[in-house]
């Protein structure tokens, strides 16, 4: 087995499996790969590429003894146990700052899909329906919208309002100064009470588990809109959907899932996910807000030039076999 053995677990740009093999890294690119086999095969690497299918314990890293490295393509360090990588001394790294955009564009464009009821008048129209005054939508000009999480998609996100008649406020309980002229930092409570729109653009974490709850919306402006292109396990589920046929809550965007696919939960999650299927103000995508093909081509740069700032590429001249 080459020490620069490195496993691929889901599909990337060519140019980082180019890169690795410039640096003398001998990948194994097996991008429909199962977390499963993953695990049965993790200890004849060095390191390993990973994304949302193949998550890594702790357990799963005891197993693979010569493991150096784990790269994320994207954002999202849950599927990782990082302390436990930490105690190996296995070095961990993502790529956030790759799909940021990717994320932020398809939050604004499931939005505008919304207000303007692009969902429901696509089908229609498709159906032989013509029917223009069900259709009528709304115009985020002059809302207050709201970020909660300022980091790389937070951030970018905010961006785009740039130039907008719009006002735009951010909470991020990790950050300090990242408010602007166009982006006003508040507390979380100001953020529910102001924001017609709440963007979600956090990390899960055992804070932000189920964060957004019966708590969280009814603190939520009247007729506030939720978009959620983080992780699905931040918002309560049951609590969204109580929150939208009572009418408190206007619309959904959501592009995450407590289970995905949502076949895949509980039958009680299940018939919760199929309820909100039913409503025309939810749209909905299949977790792929930060896949475009530009971000794709990003990630790979982004992690190749965090291996190479690690260490952890060296030069094929210094291939170690063994």
């Given amino acids: 087995m080459s020490q620069k053995d490195v496993l ?46 193949c998550t890594i ?10 493991l150096k490295w784990i790269a994320r393509l994207g954002s999202g360090l849950d599927i990782i146990d990082v302390e436990a990588a930490k105690e190996k001394n296995i070095h961990v790294i993502s790529a956030p700052e790759g799909n940021a955009q990717a994320v932020a564009e398809h939050a604004l464009g499931m939005l505008l899909c919304l207000a303007n009821n692009l969902h429901t008048g696509d089908r229609e ?16 000009s002059g809302k207050t919208i709201g970020i909660i999480g300022y980091g790389n998609n937070g951030s970018a996100f905010g961006r785009l309002w740039n130039g907008w008649e719009v006002r735009v406020v951010a909470y991020d309980k990790y950050l ?15 953020l529910l009470e102001q924001s017609d729109i709440i963007s979600l653009h956090v990390p899960l974490t055992a804070e932000t588990f189920e964060m957004v709850d019966d708590d969280f919306f009814a603190k939520c402006k ?9 992780r699905g396990k931040v918002v309560r589920l049951k609590s969204l959907l109580d929150a939208l046929k009572s009418g408190h809550l206007k619309g959904a965007c959501l592009d995450v899932l407590p289970h995905e696919p949502p076949t895949s939960g509980p039958e009680g999650d299940q018939k919760v996910f199929e309820e909100l299927c039913t409503m025309d103000n939810v749209v909905l995508s299949p977790h792929v807000a930060g896949w475009t093909v530009e971000s794709k081509r990003k990630i790979a740069e982004v ?11 060296p030069s094929s001249s210094n291939e170690d076999e063994g």
């Fill in 8 to 53: 691929i677990t889901d599909y990337v740009h060519p140019m980082l499996l180019q890169g690795l093999v410039s640096a003398g890294y001998h990948p194994t690119y097996a991008p429909e790969m199962t977390r499963t086999e993953m695990e049965a095969h993790l200890s004849h690497y060095k390191g390993v590429v990973v994304n949302t299918r």
């Fill in 57 to 66: 314990s702790g357990d799963v890293m005891t197993g693979a003894p010569g």
């Fill in 125 to 140: 129209v498709r159906e032989g329906q013509w029917l223009r005054e069900k259709n009528r939508g709304w115009e985020v």
């Fill in 176 to 190: 300090e100064r990242y408010g602007d002229t166009k982006v006003i930092a508040v507390d979380n409570e100001s």
């Fill in 222 to 230: 009247k007729g506030s809109v939720l978009i959620n292109t983080s």
């Fill in 303 to 313: 992690i190749l030039n965090k291996l190479k700032t690690s260490l952890l590429m």
